[in-house]
């Protein structure tokens, strides 16, 4: 069975500050995929990062990077630069290939930042 | 080019009555997916529907919960004699079926009283 752990309930960051949110993950599987999702007060959930287990590269998208260590099975999502609007819950989650795609969440992790 | 549409927003039911949530996956997508989020936690897989077929409930609760994903029309969640845990955020997400394409809407919340 998948499991994802997010260990961090809560976070600080100063504003304009780089802050880490940590994922580890334990699968058998060989192909899986990993999905990081923003979910603001409003609750909609924004994707903000995949990172596919084969990869080689360490997934980027704008001021989001995704540190993954696979023989650590870890996949830490990195903000830099901070803004007020990352506060938000923040979601780690991973997609098994062969099972069906469906996704298995983390408990998630609250970003404040502050000014 | 319209993203994953979830009706109603918001849904307030009694203790007993059914509840019908509706899931229109994004254009293109044939794979629909079904989440419950209880407060504070995180989304837990209920259901994964491809046209007409039921892939995989294994997440579905056996009684009151049945979903559909019809040849015309939304995908629908339903659930029949509500009670106040099934009070959640129930979040449908549409996919290709490969590669990293995944689009959640933005839910439904369902609130029993």
């Given at each position: 069975a998948q499991k994802i752990t997010q260990t961090q309930p809560g976070m600080f960051v100063q504003e304009k500050e780089a802050v880490t949110l940590d994922c580890t993950y334990d699968t058998s599987d060989q192909s899986y995929g990993l999905f990081w999702y923003k979910q603001p007060s409003s609750g909609e959930m924004i994707f903000l990062i995949y990172q596919g287990s084969y990869d080689e590269q360490n997934a980027t998208e704008g001021r989001y990077s995704l540190n993954f260590q696979k023989a650590r099975k870890s996949a830490n999502l990195v903000i830099s630069a901070?803004?007020?609007?990352?506060?938000a819950m923040y979601f780690c989650a991973m997609r098994d290939?062969?099972?069906?795609n469906m996704l298995t969440f983390g408990g998630g992790t609250r970003l404040m930042v502050k000014p | 080019n319209a993203g994953v549409m979830q009706n109603p927003r918001h849904l307030v039911r009694r203790r007993g009555q059914e509840a019908r949530l509706r899931c229109s996956p994004m254009k293109g997508h044939s794979h629909v997916y079904w989440y419950r989020q209880l407060p504070e936690e995180g989304l837990k897989f209920m259901v994964y529907l491809q046209k007409e077929n039921?892939?995989?409930?294994?997440?579905?609760?056996?009684?009151?919960f049945s979903a559909e994903f019809p040849k015309e029309g939304p995908s629908i969640l339903r659930i029949q004699q509500?009670?106040?845990?099934?009070?959640a955020a129930y979040f449908c997400a549409s996919s290709?079926?490969?590669?990293?394409g995944y689009t959640f809407g933005s839910g439904t919340r369902l609130t029993v009283v």
């Open positions: 901070s803004q007020l609007g990352d506060s290939h062969n099972a069906g | 039921i892939i995989d409930e294994s997440g579905m609760p056996k009684e009151r509500v009670v106040r845990g099934d009070s290709t079926g490969g590669g990293e």
